[in-house]
């Protein structure tokens, strides 16, 4: 009920809001609304797992955790969600070997999944040299390619780790310089959820048998995940005029794996359809590498000199468990 509302008032609020941007001139957002249909890109960072984000055991064994992405990835496919994934090296288990990685790659690529690069090493870009930085970026391009051995990716797409583009303005520009030279596509957040969280907490649960923090976590994420979509949702109409297509970030963890079928009806029930990464970039609004950090709405919202709503904050839904959490990290 409350999202009909809201949806209800998308229009109004978008309505209001675009006239900043009619009055500055932003006309890639001046354009037809997509007969008001919502579309979303579903993409994963941190493959193959981010850091204590599994149960060490599933982890540590290649076997079992490659047939927990088979399942994963079938369930996808099955509810008709194509997926993009962005790899970093070091992220490769110490008990893999080289060709255990690589065969998890294939396998994600094989399934369709797009696959980008994340570094060798997932540095914040704003706490490394510049020249460092982009050596990571090169490093983890020419992993992919020698892991993927040529399998069918035809476009480089980078994501930055923590969405972090730049802390000055001429970092940016270095930044900006290197993939354009290079011929990425940077590939942008606008559903930007802060799933690893909820995900610390699950995985901590899990490793230590603690059934009921377990699923409360869940319920928690569940929670919040719903109201995070929706609020970047309503964001994306009231920036851009329209129903412009979303890409929302999902970590590779065991909360997002185990719960695959919950999180993709969510976005369902919001009346999300489902596209791939590469056709909701055609879209104008993206047609700029962001300028700022984070949700490239935020970037929309600073080049239109609108302020920035803050998105729903994980504590609130998480509570005591946040705490309890706090306590044994
Ligand atoms: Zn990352």
Same mark, same amino acid.
């Given at each position: ?52 984000s ?20 079938? $369930? ?23 060709d ?14 797009v ?58 520009? $270095? ?30 649960a899990?490793?230590n ?23 970047y ?12 297509p ?60 609108l ?20 306590r044994?990290?």
């Amino acid at each position: 009920m409350k999202v009909a509302v809201q949806r209800l008032l998308a229009p109004l609020i978008a309505a209001i809001l675009l006239l900043p941007s009619i009055l500055t001139g932003a006309d890639q957002f001046l354009l037809p609304d997509s007969h008001g249909i919502r579309q979303v890109a579903i993409t994963f960072d941190d493959l193959p797992a981010a850091r204590s984000s599994f149960h060490p055991d599933l982890l540590a064994n290649p076997k079992k955790f490659r047939a927990r992405n088979v399942k994963v990835l079938r $369930q996808l496919r099955k509810m008709g969600v194509p997926v993009a994934g962005f790899v970093t090296r070091d992220f490769r288990p110490p008990t893999w070997s080289e060709d255990d990685m690589s065969r998890l790659l294939k396998f994600w690529s094989r399934s369709g999944a797009v696959l980008g690069n994340h570094t060798t090493s997932h540095k914040d870009f704003h706490e490394t040299p510049a020249d460092e930085y982009l050596l990571s970026i090169r490093g983890g391009q020419e992993y992919l390619q020698a892991a993927l051995g040529g399998d069918g990716q035809e476009r480089r797409y980078f994501r930055a780790p923590y969405l972090h583009l730049g802390a000055s303005p001429e970092s940016r520009e $270095q930044l900006r310089g290197y993939l354009e030279l290079n011929r990425y596509q940077v590939a942008p957040v606008t559903i930007d959820v802060q799933d690893w969280i909820f995900a610390e907490i699950y995985s901590w649960a899990d490793s230590n048998g603690a059934e009921e923090t377990k699923n409360a976590t869940v319920r928690a994420y569940l929670a919040y995940l719903e109201e995070a979509i929706e609020h970047y949702a309503l964001l994306g109409v009231s920036v851009t005029g329209r129903e412009a297509p979303h890409v929302a970030l999902l970590h590779a963890n065991a909360l997002n794996y185990d719960n695959i079928q919950d999180v993709i009806s969510l976005f369902v029930k919001l009346e999300f359809k489902f596209i791939d990464m590469k056709t909701a970039l055609l879209d104008p609004c993206y047609s700029k590498i962001p300028t700022t950090s984070g949700s490239s709405i935020r970037s929309w919202q600073a080049e239109l000199g609108l302020p920035w709503a803050s998105p729903p904050n994980p504590v609130r839904f998480l509570g005591p468990l946040y705490d309890e959490y706090q306590r044994v990290r």
